[in-house]
Nanobody, 113 residues
Framework: VQLQASGGGLVQAGGSLRLSCVAS????????MGWYRQDPGSERELVAR???????HYADSVKGRFTISSDNAKNTVYLEMNSLKPEDTGAYYC????????WGQGTLVTVSS
């Protein structure tokens, strides 16, 4: 199983980015997909996750600005990020639980002030 993330980049504060993550290989019974952010020297923190039921959870810091969605037929999860702030800067990792946990490589998001 491989998770391929894309969509990171450099953007000015107030701008937008859309992250994508595709899970490929023999993966069945996905219960949730999500995005985590990690800053150097810090632990990985949840940004948003979506359950197979459609329920979504967001970190308080991104509520109202970020939207997580998924295409279950394509085993793909997206993160639409709007009104970006410099504190959103970090490496973003996609995560899938099925029920074993899988991680993608990080995609770097840099928000300049």
């Amino acid at each position: 199983v491989q998770l391929q993330a894309s969509g990171g980049g450099l953007v000015q504060a107030g701008g937008s980015l859309r992250l994508s993550c595709v899970a490929s290989g023999r993966i069945y019974g996905i219960s949730q997909m999500g995005w985590y952010r990690q800053d150097p020297g810090s632990e990985r923190e949840l940004v948003a996750r979506i359950f197979s039921s459609g329920v979504r959870h967001y970190a308080d810091s991104v509520k109202g600005r970020f939207t997580i969605s998924s295409d279950n037929a394509k085993n793909t999860v997206y993160l639409e990020m709007n009104s970006l702030k410099p504190e959103d800067t970090g490496a973003y990792y996609c995560n899938v639980r099925a029920p074993r946990e899988y991680w993608g490589q990080g995609t770097l998001v840099t928000v300049s002030s």
